[in-house]
């Protein structure tokens, strides 16, 4: 059974930094991409980041780029989300997502984790 | 940045009532949409990628559909569980995109 098990959540300042993990299991971690998606209060759903299977390559929208980096240990099966200079416009669930990715159909989110509240206040 | 618009933003519908939801690309993404469904209070889960390919476990009565542009998400016969909030998620090009949600109660 695939389970994606986020923490490191909490409060954190404005201009602050935390770091998210994400531990995966029941499946071959190094064979699949993974990414970050966020969600505010109330809001839909934000795409954060996204990351190959060997971490060579990352990718951000340009609303975390420079402030926040992906990367994952295969070793532990784990996928991290460095998030520096926090804002109040950060706070969200932030949620571990596998990429799953056919050559006809393109990429998609199979599997989401339970999500991991993180609040940017003074 | 490529915009998905989806609508309704708000859906009320009857038991066994057939549902459409609609996102419209504001380019060409091809079949590079999937569908996800968020559950009071829950995590968001696959439904549809691929625009047409039901995901595993996923009950018969969702199915998807393209359209040019415009993709479509049905539900064939409305059911209690089905309530939530429905989004759609173009990866065609970063940024990845989802529409705005559309929230599905019973009428």
């Known amino acids: 059974e695939v389970q994606l098990v986020e923490t490191g959540g909490g409060l954190v300042q404005p201009g602050r930094s935390l770091k998210l993990s994400c531990v995966a299991s029941?499946?071959?971690?190094?064979?699949?991409?993974m990414s970050w998606t966020r969600q505010a209060p109330g809001k839909g759903l934000e795409w954060v980041a996204s990351?190959?299977?060997?971490?060579?390559?990352?990718y951000y929208p340009d609303s975390v780029k420079g402030r926040f980096t992906i990367s994952r240990d295969n070793a532990q099966n784990t996928l991290y989300l460095q998030m520096n200079s926090l804002r109040s416009e950060d706070t969200a669930t932030y949620y571990c997502?596998?990429?799953?990715?056919?050559?006809?159909?393109?990429?998609?989110?199979?599997?989401w984790g339970q999500g991991v509240m993180v609040t940017v206040s003074s | 940045d490529i915009q998905m618009t989806q609508s309704p933003a708000s859906l009320s519908a009857s038991l066994e009532e057939i549902v459409t939801i609609t996102c419209q690309a504001s380019?060409?993404?091809?079949?590079?949409l999937s569908w996800y469904q968020q559950k009071p209070g829950k995590s968001p889960q696959l439904l549809i990628y691929?625009?047409?390919s039901l995901a595993d476990g996923v009950p018969s009565r969702f199915s998807g559909s393209r359209s040019g542009t415009q993709y479509s998400l049905k539900i064939s016969r409305l059911q209690v569980e089905d309530i939530g909030i429905y989004y759609c998620?173009?990866?065609?090009?970063?940024?990845?995109?989802f529409g705005s949600g559309t929230k599905l109660e019973i009428k």
């Open positions: 029941g499946f071959t971690f190094n064979n699949y991409w």
């Open positions: 990351i190959t299977n060997s971490g060579g390559s990352t």
């Open positions: 691929g625009a047409t």
């Open positions: 998620l173009q990866a065609y090009s970063a940024p990845l995109t």
């Open positions: 997502t596998r990429v799953r990715y056919n050559n006809h159909r393109g990429y998609y989110f199979d599997y």
């Open positions: 380019q060409d993404i091809g079949n590079w």
